[in-house]
């Protein structure tokens, strides 16, 4: 059985030759993988700076009465894109959310026989 690595064409003599592209994916998975663990790095410092962020306007609205302008929106925006960023990682690592909860709800409902 071949992987998604392993993939190989015929020639015109019938013999199974390397494909080029699949030399080609070789040599890209490494460096993907690389960008992969760079990205979901930088989504880990959005949060933890959207939560820096946040503890800020907490801070500056109930101690100091005077709560910055700019830290909903900036906390807005960065939340936009390490979620952004976190689904990316998500896609390609095979990781998806689901509603398993709703799933398992669905399957203990009384079955009716309108359906």
């Known amino acids: 059985m071949r992987t998604f690595g392993q993939a190989l064409s015929v020639n015109l003599k019938g013999q199974e030759a390397p494909n080029p ?7 890209g998975l490494p460096i993907l993988s690389r ?12 949060l933890v700076v959207m939560t820096a962020i946040v ?5 500056c609205r109930y101690v100091l009465n005077d709560s910055p302008s700019w830290t909903e929106s900036g906390a807005v925006i960065l ?12 896609v ?6 689901g509603f398993d909860v709703l ?7 009384p079955r009716s026989g309108y359906a």
Do not use: D, P
Request: glycine fraction near 8%; hydrophobic fraction near 55%.
């Open 79 to 90: 939340m936009s894109w390490f979620i952004f960023l976190g689904a990316a990682v998500g």
């Open 55 to 59: 503890a800020w306007q907490v801070f």
């Open 21 to 27: 592209m699949s030399t080609q994916l070789k040599l």
């Open 92 to 97: 390609r690592e095979n990781n998806h959310m």
């Open 35 to 46: 960008l992969n663990t760079v990205i979901l790095y930088f989504a880990g410092a959005g």
């Open 103 to 109: 799933l398992y709800a669905c399957r203990r409902l």
